[in-house]
């Protein structure tokens, strides 16, 4: 319930567990018509450019000082490669 006594609506399901209906239905939109420019431009003032956020790039040295900072990965490289060269490196199945 709210402050007011109203009763709140159910909570949405993540957006990425709906389907195609479900997202067009909630953004206001049909698929088959697309949004008219009028429409394109209120979103675009109210919610912003639809771009992505891009991370720095990890330099070579990075990734591989990550490698060994992960134990499941050290121990992997370390006893995965050392059975290698134990068994001969032959499938045997």
Sequence with gaps: MTAGGTVDAAPRAPWYRL?????ARQLDVVP?????????????SAQGPNRLVESRRRSMARMLADQFREPASSFRQTFGSSWLR????????
């Design 32 to 44: 088959a018509n697309g949004l008219s420019a009028d429409d394109a431009a209120a979103r675009l």
């Design 86 to 93: 134990i068994s001969g490196s032959t499938n045997r199945y």
């Design 19 to 23: 389907d195609g209906a479900a997202v």
